[in-house]
């Protein structure tokens, strides 16, 4: 909030006594000129609030906001420079298929149709009961209701059939029943490169990775849709909890969900999987080798043109 002109005259003339290395940044000393010569509290406030605050939001939102189908082309041009073989991307929670299609869209305009296959799962009954207290609202007791999503399986079914024959496959089921053996099996030669999580829940979003956790390869992207949703992110609830309990140990002592801040800007959705010893690894393209990709950042920081 702007200062009273008294305030302010008082507050530069103890400015003046400190050394310039504690003196207040240009834009508020500034501001603090310009609050001096608007008359009254409530004008200044006024002009404060729809002037500087109003703009600054916005231009942050704009700038920082994460846009979730960004990261589908992300991990597809990564995995397209880096990778070798046939690849995966992998939903669970499809309801009418918007994020569905747009990921196979993707694939098609990235032209990687014969190297990458989507899978989505669902039950198309929508969201089941909450069946742990990791389900539940704390805040406003606003939960995701039983139904609630449910159907477009048959149209979806079409759609995709009609428009993306080969890079799709749709498992209609409670994940406790299509997460197969023999689905897990063939993800030995078409490993995941993203993860997309869209199951609310916490209870569903576990049964999705006790099955699929030994499959997964260091590197991969794991997307939480509804990670801030529920208790603005608690780790007592939602998809927040799985991620507390993966590296708390839980789910084994050489595994971890890192958070991958050039992926994700201001929000806390999108990790990368990382396993410390043996376990599945991606095939990488001839010529790349594994420092291209875990060096990444060294390599960045080494591009001043300062002198
Ligand atoms: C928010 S919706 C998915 C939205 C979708 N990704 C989109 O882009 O519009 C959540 C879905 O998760 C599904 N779901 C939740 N738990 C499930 C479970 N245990 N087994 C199968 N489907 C489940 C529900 O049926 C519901 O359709």
Redesign the pocket.
């Known amino acids: 909030m702007l200062q009273s002109p008294q305030r302010v005259s008082l507050n530069e003339e103890r400015e003046s006594h400190r050394s310039h290395f504690t003196r207040k940044p240009l834009s508020i000393r500034l501001m603090r000129k310009m609050a001096r010569v608007i008359p009254g509290n409530r004008l200044r406030n006024y002009i404060y609030l729809g002037l500087i605050a109003a703009p600054r939001n916005l231009i942050r939102q704009y700038l920082l906001g994460f846009y979730r189908i960004e990261l589908v082309y992300s991990a597809l041009r990564e995995a397209k420079r880096l990778c070798a073989g046939r690849l995966t991307i992998l ?1 669970f ?8 299609t747009k990921m196979l869209y993707a694939i098609r305009y990235l032209s990687m149709e014969d190297r990458v296959i989507a899978h989505t ?8 009961p909450p069946s742990h207290q990791g389900d539940r609202d704390l805040v406003g007791d606003d939960t995701w209701y039983e139904g609630q ?2 159907g477009g399986y048959d149209e979806l079914r079409a759609y995709c059939q009609h428009n993306y024959p080969r890079t799709h496959a749709i498992h209609k089921g ?3 029943t299509t997460i197969t053996p023999a689905f897990l099996n063939t993800l030995r030669n078409e490993p995941p490169i993203l993860i997309w999580i ?4 916490y209870s ?1 979003t576990r ?1 999705v990775f006790e099955r699929l956790l030994p499959y997964i390869p260091s590197g991969c992207i794991v997307y939480f ?1 509804d990670y801030e949703l529920l208790n603005f992110g608690s780790r007592f609830t939602g998809e927040a909890r799985f991620v507390a309990e993966i590296n708390s140990g839980l789910f084994g002592k050489n595994i971890e969900l890192v958070l991958d801040k050039k992926l994700t800007f201001d929000s806390s959705r999108v990790y990368r999987f990382v396993r410390t010893g043996e376990g599945p690894r991606y095939k990488l393209r001839e010529g790349i080798r594994s420092t291209d990709t875990t060096n990444r950042r060294l390599d960045e920081s080494n591009d001043s043109l300062l002198p």
């Not at 799962?121 to 969201?127: H, L, P, T, V």
């Open positions: 939903e929670g499809t309801a009418q298929g918007y994020a569905f799962f669902d039950s198309f009954e929508g969201m089941p999503f449910g409670f994940f406790e869209d199951c609310d829940f569903s049964v849709d």
